[in-house]
């Protein structure tokens, strides 16, 4: 592979430049950036009381939809007691007339 770059028109000088008052600093800065931080007893916590919390917002989730379908089924449950009552009693008043009612109630007399 050839280049055809020319290094005779590039410039000696260095464009790269150091601010000013760097290494005087340097010391200082080194040992903010290498003493260690401390950490405070709530920021040690917040993940696990983040953990915590997500815990329970999943369990109550489970259980809002757990009771939900339990809810659901026993109002079936109910609907269908409901229906059959119904069909019973209807069954009832259309065969009884009024002399079985008599009957029954002379008979509970003796």
């Not at 601010?19 to 920021?43: A, H, N």
């Not at 009693?89 to 009612?101: A, R, S």
Request: aromatic letters at 12%.
């Amino acid at each position: 592979m050839e280049h055809n770059f020319n290094f005779d028109r590039c410039s000696t000088e260095n464009p790269f430049s150091v601010p000013e008052g760097y290494f005087e600093d340097f010391c200082r800065r080194m040992e903010v950036l290498t003493t260690p931080k401390k950490i405070s007893l709530l920021q040690r916590i917040r993940p696990y009381w983040y953990a915590a919390a997500m815990v329970v917002l999943i369990l109550s989730i489970g259980v809002f939809f757990f009771q939900s379908r339990k809810i659901e089924e026993q109002n079936k449950q109910k609907m269908a007691e409901i229906e059959y009552n119904n069909a019973i009693n209807k069954i009832l008043v259309d065969e009884t007339n009024e002399d079985m009612i008599v009957d029954y109630i002379l008979a509970g007399t003796d």
